[in-house]
């Protein structure tokens, strides 16, 4: 996290990127005594039709605003797809940045009637995947989506986050590259400083996928997920932005031995809602778990 915590982001993104380039797939002989894991900086430059001197100048942060015709070189050579290529182009635009009103993630009071109202598992998520609202079916679903808790952190941290993913890998790797991605240029955001600061310390997975500097996005898709009631679940995932939050809906296909779970898992929910009512309005701020 050095070039980040420097200011040389172009820098990072890009030496991170070329050690997942091989040899092989940039069209070169692989070699013997190569001393870096993907493509070396004279291997770039020449590929991308630049001098290495410029190439070094730009990872080195000696240079932050290369052309749009170097730019879309080096995007070729590092094998970058749309959502890398958008977020390399980012890192290059130089922008000075306007003061930022920095104000609390609000989840709209019609969100909460309708968390009410849904039978399905649903709950709102902020830009750092703090859950600030949920419904009792989310909570029947995975206790780590009531109001206060980090999906992230729960992933990465909590033994039994990590048992509910079946495949819990491809999930960290995607919910870190989100999080890079949501994250943008907004870099001194104290709730992102916050919550990579404390990653980076407690896990050594958040520690590997955030230095691939890896750039997703996490929306819709389906999900196979291990619930320690009903079984297996194979559900569908939908994110909806409402003003500056994300609804984030589960679902299972009509008529599916998931569908059937789900609703045993609703009566189960229901019972234990009659029982100890949950509040989705209440006050949702992000807190840490133990």
Known sequence: MKDEESGNRLGGYLRARRDLVTPAQAGLQPGGNRRVPGLRREEVALLAGISPDYYLRLERGRDSNPSPQVLESLARVLRLDDIERTYLFGLATAHPKAPRRKRPEHVPARVHQLLAHLQIPAFVEGRAFDVLASNPMAVALSPRLRPGHNRLRSLLLDPEEQAFQQDWPRAT????????????????????????????????????????????????????????????????????????VILVLYYPDKGTDSDEKLRLLAALAASEHAATPHDTQADARPRQTP
């Open 173 to 244: 790797a995607d919910f870190v590259a989100a999080l890079r991605t949501t994250i943008g240029d907004d870099t001194d955001n104290p709730r992102f400083v916050e919550l990579v600061g404390e990653l980076a310390l407690s896990s050594a997975r958040f520690r590997t996928l955030w230095a691939r500097h890896d750039v997703r996005r996490l929306d819709g898709g389906t999900a196979t997920l291990h619930h320690p009631v009903v079984g297996e679940l194979q559900l569908h995932r939908d994110k909806l932005p409402v003003d500056d």
